[in-house]
């Protein structure tokens, strides 16, 4: 059973703080590895993807990959209140498809 | 900006029922999936669609599953006999390329089903 493991939270974080959060996965032949914010009741919404091992940032995020640790961060810088959400860690773990393996999401709260 | 639409938003059915769920990705996308999240649990895949034809499927897309492209525009998820388990948020998806190399997989809103 290839798995994708977060910790399901919460995660409290003064507004202006760094967030981290963090994934595991099961499957060392595991190919991409995504970042989602959803929202309550909302549907998943893309923040970032990575394929290679070390730091790809865009903006106030920065995704980190380490495959020999099969380990997969999200850092949010200056956190805002509106980052408030459940961020889901998916991975593909199968080459050649499209099939997403999510984990159950960390939940994040930004304390004003 | 193109977004990914999905109708009903919410659907009440009797167990045994059949239910077909709709959804029209963006349009010049090529590759079309269905994802299910049971209330409190993981986003589930259950299905990728790709030149008119399943291309990966997982357990869960049993007999009772079925996925259809009527036209040009609609990607329909149909469940023949539903069961209480069959419960949960379904969420339609599309991209352009192999969403696994772009990244660029554009969830919609999702239809809610309660079987009752």
């Known amino acids: 059973q290839k798995e994708v493991e977060q910790n399901s939270g919460p995660l409290s974080v003064p507004e202006g703080a760094i967030a981290s959060l963090n994934c595991t996965y099961s499957d060392r032949g595991s190919q991409s590895f995504f970042w989602y914010r959803q929202y309550s009741g909302k549907s998943p919404e893309l923040i970032m993807f990575i394929y290679s091992n070390g730091d790809k940032e865009d903006g106030r995020f920065t995704a980190q990959l380490n495959k020999a640790s099969q380990y997969v961060s999200l850092l949010i810088r200056d956190s805002q209140p509106s980052d408030s959400a459940t961020y889901l860690c998916a991975v593909n773990t199968d080459f050649g498809n499209e099939k997403l393996t999510f984990g159950t999401g960390t939940r994040l709260t930004i304390i004003p | 900006e193109p977004e990914v639409t999905q109708t009903p938003s919410h659907q009440v059915t009797q167990m045994g029922q059949e239910v077909i769920l709709r959804c029209v990705p963006i349009?010049?996308?090529?590759?079309f999936y269905w994802y299910r999240q049971i209330l409190g649990q993981k986003v589930e895949f259950l299905v990728s669609f790709y030149n008119n034809e399943i291309s990966e499927k997982s357990e869960i897309f049993d007999d009772q599953f079925s996925v259809e492209r009527p036209d040009g525009s609609n990607f329909t998820l149909k469940i023949r006999s539903t069961k209480l388990e069959d419960s949960a948020m379904y969420f339609c998806?599309?991209?352009?390329?192999?969403?696994?190399?772009?990244?660029?997989?554009?969830f919609g809103e999702g239809s809610r089903l309660t079987v009752l």
């Open positions: 998806a599309s991209s352009a390329g192999l969403a696994t190399n772009t990244g660029e997989l554009f």
């Open positions: 349009s010049n996308h090529l590759y």
